[in-house]
């Protein structure tokens, strides 16, 4: 665990191993509808400020809220992929506070009856799989986003964009069966990437569609009770997660050790002094006095519904790396890889598709084309048609080019969008000669002149050229002249 800054000297490990942390997260996630949860505002990101409302997500009296389908939807379908309950009857409720990012003065949420409960999603950390309940899943509105900076008067002036407000949420609690701050990082990953494969979510976290609070506590290793837990918010990226976590852990056991009690409050992650700060004491449930919204009716979720949505789910990034391990014989490092994305994996299974073997289109992809889209810095849709890929990855097992020029026929494909077969003819780089008849001529060449082969071992360089030239003879000019010095590099090494 790292030494958090300015908190003096870090624990001592044995410290630290006395006790164990206990965390769950609280994941929000903005649902990719077009359009809002209770109107038919646009939710797009980034339009001009205040231009995407309207009297329902203003909350101007006498307006009523109308529920988007979609967004049930989409949340049935993050509810589904992480195997828990849809329940047939779930209930909007209002969770009333004050906030000028809340125009009604409360927020149209679910409380008691949630759309969904009782999941699980499984991490991966150190090589060991693990389980993570997920206790409840539910629909809510937004607020509106609170703007301090970028406007003339943002020194006097807090400013409101009620754009966000009303966008459709998904609040995603998990139980606090997470031990460590990596366990944390691997659960918020392999959430986002269920989400991502689901479509339910961008999950683009710097513009807020994926946010993570954390309830954090200690208690002594091989107790059962929980300790007092302490929520910390503002954790929107990967790092701060983790920091935070490490942070917080190590604060309580500092405290408790010092003969302290933790208060039940809500910290705030500062990325800036790299610590957590108190931000108030925890407020009661009962404070934000919910009760049943009288302006919607229950929301109904019949089997069939529930069976139709399921149907359109998509391969869940887990079965599909297990079937990539067992299909294509591919090691899990590079599954890990290929799946990293939906639309990764998809371009990979359509350049095997299009009859390239999977070990090499694995690899093409891995190597070759993730490195020049990442050198071009373009996106995957820039990549090569994945049929013209193919055809690339067919010539070079069919020995008609090297993989040496297979790499600049690819190079060359990437920028021209050209095919393979095009660039081979055009740039005469094709061998009429398969390998295995280099690699016999080459053999003979060598076995008849040792005395050659000698001087090049004893560092003669220039010899090189007379057993390339010797079997350019033996194959009558035919072979190609990359392979020939490929081969007898390796011959002769
Ligand atoms: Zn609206």
Not at 34 to 60: E, H
Not at 111 to 118: I, K, V, W
Not at 398 to 405: D, F, H, M, N, V
Request: overall charge neutral.
């Amino acid at each position: 665990m790292t030494k958090s800054a300015s908190e003096g000297a870090a624990l001592a490990p044995e410290l630290l191993a006395k006790y164990e942390p206990v965390i769950g997260l609280e994941v929000h996630v903005q649902l990719l509808t077009k359009t809002k949860i209770f109107c038919g505002c646009s939710t797009r990101f980034g339009d001009p400020p205040n231009t995407n409302v309207c009297p329902v997500c203003l909350g101007l009296p006498g307006t009523l809220p109308v529920l988007n389908k979609r967004a049930v939807e989409m949340a049935m379908r993050a509810s589904l992929a992480l195997h828990c309950t849809v329940q047939e009857r779930s209930r909007f409720a209002r969770k009333n506070y004050f906030y000028p990012d809340l125009p009604k003065g409360y927020q149209i949420s679910q409380y008691e009856l949630p759309l969904a409960t009782g999941g699980w999603l499984e991490i991966e950390h150190d090589g060991a799989k693990k389980r993570i309940g997920i206790t409840r899943l539910h629909l809510e509105e937004d607020a509106a986003k609170n703007l301090h900076e970028g406007f003339s008067q943002s020194a006097q002036k807090a400013y409101i964009d009620y754009n966000r407000c009303g966008t459709p949420l998904t609040e995603i609690v998990s139980e606090p069966d997470i031990r460590t701050p990596p366990e944390a990082h691997a659960y918020l990953t392999t959430l986002r990437q269920i989400l991502l494969y689901t479509g339910v979510s961008d999950c683009n976290m710097e513009e807020g569609s994926l946010r993570c609070d954390a309830n954090v506590s200690v208690r002594q290793r091989g107790s059962d009770e929980f300790g007092t837990k302490v929520e910390v918010k503002n954790l929107n990226s990967f790092r701060y997660l983790q920091k935070a976590l490490e942070y917080e852990i190590e604060r309580h056991i500092g405290v408790l050790e010092g003969g302290g009690r933790i208060s039940q409050e809500t910290r705030l992650w500062n990325q800036i002094s790299g610590r957590t700060e108190s931000m108030r004491t925890k407020e009661k449930a009962h404070d934000y006095r919910y009760f049943p919204e009288p302006h919607l009716l229950p929301v109904h979720i019949s089997a069939a519904w529930r069976e139709e949505v399921l149907r359109t789910l998509p391969e869940l990034p887990e079965a599909k790396r297990a079937r990539f391990v067992n299909s294509y014989g591919i090691t899990p490092y590079d599954v890990e890889l290929l799946t990293a994305t939906r639309t990764l994996s998809e371009y990979f299974e359509d350049v095997v598709a299009a009859g390239a073997p999977g070990k090499a289109a694995s690899n093409w992809i891995l190597n070759e084309l993730i490195g020049l889209l990442n050198d071009k810095k373009k996106p995957l849709h820039d990549s090569p048609p994945a049929a013209a890929l193919a055809e690339l990855l067919k010539m070079i097992e069919s020995k008609q080019i090297t993989a040496g020029i297979g790499k600049r026929v690819f190079a060359a494909m990437f920028e021209s969008g050209r095919t393979a077969a095009e660039i081979v003819a055009a740039e005469g780089l094709g061998a009429r000669v398969s390998d295995s008849v280099i690699e016999q001529a080459a053999r003979e060449v060598i076995a008849k002149n040792l005395d050659n082969v000698a001087k090049f071992k004893a560092g003669n360089e220039g010899v090189f050229k007379f057993f390339v030239g010797q079997v350019m003879r033996a194959t009558r000019g035919q072979a190609n002249p990359q392979a020939v010095n490929d081969i007898l590099r390796r011959l002769l090494s």
